[in-house]
């Protein structure tokens, strides 16, 4: 199991890495980067959230493990945004335009591209299908309160309509549209699916390449500076046990909150990275942050794997 995960993650390093050579060695321009990450919020993440909000027929009917999983995901990604509020709020020595990235970096994790296959192989089929339906709410959460977490300045009224027309973007849209597809049942038909599906499959490699080509820009000893070392402690290891003792106070089976305390174990999404681009953020730290918490956990997966099947299976 241990080297299963260990190849997964690695091969998620690859891609960080040919994006680092290929920057490196001018096999793309210095202005790729705003068509790729162009590409991923207006293309990418689009086709991936309508292919992904289709109901199949295994999960028609919304058994209380459905609901469940939605509810105890949303729930505890509010719990943990309200608490990364409090805990970078009063940080002097980090920017108010950087604090939103550590916010959404201590909210949100990868997931989607890193957690599927790792799941699939740790916990079977069925953690798997719990992730999908916990991952509707990452879809919905993170284009919205994790946008505002990104652009919310100090002093700024939240619910305003700035605020909410930076909101506004294909993600956001795409979100809205597939949340209606999901609560409707409708599906595509076959061509448009697979089309879409197709599409789909481009996000986190790309993705991922473009956290290589901020990182080209960085050094080693960047990624493990005291604010990324405390990033990785808080989402790697604090972030996953506050979702565990949640889950143990909720009426869930224990599958629910396996899968649920497994996502929120995954580090920093690439989306981090993407979305810092897109609103003009500090990119090269985004990338430093899902870098650094990647590394790490290389271990801290796996040790969370172990207690999960040791003690919940």
């Known amino acids: 199991m241990f080297l299963e995960i260990l190849l997964k993650i690695l091969s998620i390093f690859l891609l960080v890495a040919i994006g680092i050579f290929a920057y490196r060695m001018r096999a793309v321009p210095h202005d790729a980067l705003k068509t790729l990450n162009a590409f991923v919020l207006n293309v990418a993440v689009p086709c991936m959230i309508l292919q992904s909000m289709q109901r199949d027929e295994t999960n028609s009917q919304m058994s209380g493990d459905v609901i469940w999983s939605f509810v105890y995901y949303v ?4 719990i943990i945004a309200g608490l990364a509020f409090l805990l970078v709020r009063p940080i002097k020595s980090i920017s108010e335009e950087d604090k939103g990235l550590y916010k959404f970096q201590l909210t949100f994790t990868n997931s989607g591209f890193m ?3 790792l799941i699939t192989v740790i916990f079977g089929k069925y953690s798997l299908f719990l992730a999908i339906i916990m991952n509707i709410g990452f879809t919905l959460l993170a284009y919205s309160l994790g946008v505002t977490q990104l652009i919310h300045k100090k002093g700024e009224r939240i619910f305003s309509m700035k605020l909410f027309v930076r909101m506004l973007t294909v993600p956001f849209i795409s979100s809205i549209i597939g949340l209606i597809i999901f609560l409707s049942d409708f599906h595509f038909p076959s061509f448009i699916d697979e089309s879409l599906s197709l599409m789909a499959a481009t996000l986190s490699p790309v993705a991922m390449f473009v956290v290589g080509v901020n990182l080209a820009h960085s050094k080693l000893k ?13 989402s790697l290891i604090a972030v996953p046990a506050l979702t565990l003792g949640v889950g143990m106070l909720l ?7 396996i899968t649920g305390v497994f996502l929120m174990a995954m580090p920093s999404p690439a989306l981090t990275t993407i979305l810092s681009h897109r609103y003009g953020l500090n990119s090269k730290l985004a990338a430093e942050g899902v870098a650094s918490t990647t590394f790490l956990s290389l271990g801290t997966l796996a040790l969370w794997a172990f207690f999960l099947t040791r003690f919940f299976i």
């Open 75 to 78: 729930g505890v990604t509010a």
């Open 115 to 117: 957690a599927y296959p």
């Open 222 to 234: 960047d990624l493990f500076t005291v604010q990324n070392l405390t990033l990785c402690a808080l």
């Open 251 to 257: 009426p869930v089976s224990n599958m629910v909150v």
